[in-house]
T-cell receptor
Framework: GQQVMQIPQYQHVQEGEDFTTYCNSS?????IQWYKQRPGGHPVFLIQLVKSGEVKKQKRLTFQFGEAKKNSSLHITATQTTDVGTYFCAGRRLTGGGNKLTFGTGTQLKVEL | DGGITQSPKYLFRKEGQNVTLSCEQN?????MYWYRQDPGQGLRLIYY???????QKGDIAEGYSVSREKKESFPLTVTSAQKNPTAFYLC?????????????FGQGTRLTVV
């Protein structure tokens, strides 16, 4: 079945440092979505990328979708304590998966002052 | 308010008992999902439904059952056959086509087996 892995599993940074999480799918995706889950909360949608090689920015966050539509990355520039949480990628198979939405294993980010 | 509602927020169950978790949405979404989250881990798909009266097993369906008799509702039953049911359960819904297919999540139900 489809697997979506993320690395690293955990990341501790000092405030002001950059952070990157990588997402890899075993199958080609129709699109990739990114979510953030604050401690004790539920996942909240951040962004969706659809096109091969697409890059989108949201303030200090930069999202990329790979050329083969099987991998993606989220980069945060100059982290802040408000960035704390777990970041998940999620995707649907390009063919044969219907609306099955598979989430990645997640990267937990901790930001220290 | 538009949204997705899960109840209860906390649930305690004795071993050997079945328990049903509620999930209701008023977003007019066709697709609904149930995920399980264990401490420090990702979201694993239990069941999903793309349309009323239809649902498919996810990656960890054993010991769980669902129904989709109404578009708004997708209850999850955790049966006594589920060997390790203590977890955080998240329900979500989404559109099935078009540009906006992101998932909207409920607040979750934390189930503890005592």
């Amino acid at each position: 079945g489809q697997q979506v892995m993320q690395i690293p599993q955990y990341q501790h940074v000092q405030e002001g440092e950059d952070f990157t999480t990588y997402c890899n799918s075993s199958t080609t995706l129709s699109n990739i979505q990114w979510y953030k889950q604050r401690p004790g909360g539920h996942p909240v949608f951040l962004i969706q990328l659809v096109k091969s090689g697409e890059v989108k920015k949201q303030k200090r966050l930069t999202f990329q979708f790979g050329e083969a539509k099987k991998n993606s990355s989220l980069h945060i520039t100059a982290t802040q304590t408000t960035d704390v949480g777990t970041y998940f990628c999620a995707g649907r198979r390009l063919t044969g998966g219907g609306n099955k939405l598979t989430f990645g294993t997640g990267t937990q980010l901790k930001v220290e002052l | 308010d538009g949204g997705i509602t899960q109840s209860p927020k906390y649930l305690f169950r004795k071993e050997g008992q079945n328990v049903t978790l509620s999930c209701e949405q008023n977003l007019n979404h066709d697709a609904m999902y149930w995920y399980r989250q264990d401490p420090g881990q990702g979201l694993r798909l239990i069941y999903y439904s793309q349309i009323v009266n239809d649902f498919q097993k996810g990656d960890i369906a054993e010991g769980y059952s669902v129904s989709r008799e109404k578009k708004e509702s997708f209850p999850l039953t955790v049966t006594s056959a589920q060997k390790n049911p203590t977890a955080f359960y998240l329900c979500a819904s989404s559109n099935t086509g078009g540009a906006n297919t992101e998932a909207f999540f409920g607040q979750g139900t934390r189930l503890t087996v005592v």
